[in-house]
């Protein structure tokens, strides 16, 4: 028996009271039970406005932020992680964030079993783990077939941003998205960190180390689509 290979680790970590007590409290209420069926996001957030995609959302500063500066916006944040999900819950109650939701699971597998097709008006990844080691590269998130899966669930014209210090890995993410026919590039190939994206504390340590932070964002082609669009959805 084969297993589908992970682009992350669940590591114990630890968590503090505050986060403990924010999941214990909050997850209920603005987080978002994984499952098999595809879910509306206008029911989800009961209204009709852009819907962003955050895979990665870590500790939530950066996602509270930016759903804060956009509240004509609704964000759906993805993360695995237990610590930065009480992090986040306790932003959204600090912050009284009514356009921010969370799932606790695997993103291949949301993307793949929840998400409605053309249902995304934009995709934020921002530092994915880079898997450093090359036998390790195999674990990377950013993949042809996770890109080709993720553009069937964007609407004509929508983004996906992507932002690492890993310049490897920036060089094979531009690969990778430049490959995809549905996608094009919206610079001649790195972006200008627009001003929607704060810099964040982690972001601040590696460019005081030497690191340049790379941005990459790629809009859906207007009109582009594949049979697989519609049909055969997994």
């Known amino acids: 028996m084969t297993h589908a290979i992970r682009s992350f680790v ?3 970590g630890r968590i503090s009271n505050a986060q403990r007590s924010a999941c214990e409290r909050l997850k209920s209420r603005y987080g978002i039970p994984f499952c098999t069926e595809r879910i509306s996001l206008e029911s989800v957030f009961g209204r009709k406005a852009p819907k962003i995609l955050e895979i ?3 500790m939530g500063e950066t996602t509270a932020t930016i759903a804060q500066m956009h509240p004509e916006s609704d964000y759906l944040a993805i993360e695995v992680h237990t610590p930065g999900i009480g992090s986040l819950l306790n932003q959204i109650e600090t912050r009284q964030l009514a356009n921010l939701r969370i799932i606790q699971h695997d993103a291949v597998e949301i993307i793949r079993h929840m998400l409605l097709p053309g249902s995304l008006d934009g995709v ?3 530092f994915p783990d880079p898997w450093p080691k090359a036998r390790h590269h195999k674990r990377r998130l950013i993949q042809p077939a996770f890109i080709s899966q993720l553009c069937t669930h964007l609407k004509p014209g929508a983004y996906i941003h992507i932002a690492t210090d890993w ?3 920036a060089q094979q993410i531009l690969a990778v998205l430049s490959a995809e026919p549905l996608l094009s590039n919206t610079s ?3 972006a200008e960190r627009p001003d929607y ?3 964040t504390k982690f972001e601040q340590r590696g460019i005081k180390l030497g690191h340049i932070v790379r941005d990459l964002i790629f809009c859906r082609n207007a009109n582009s689509a594949r049979s697989s669009d519609t049909e055969n959805q997994p």
């Open 56 to 58: 990665g959302s870590g």
């Open 167 to 169: 310049e490897e890995y």
């Open 197 to 199: 994206r704060p810099v």
């Open 188 to 190: 001649p190939d790195y």
């Open 10 to 12: 669940l590591r114990q």
């Open 124 to 126: 934020h990844i921002f």
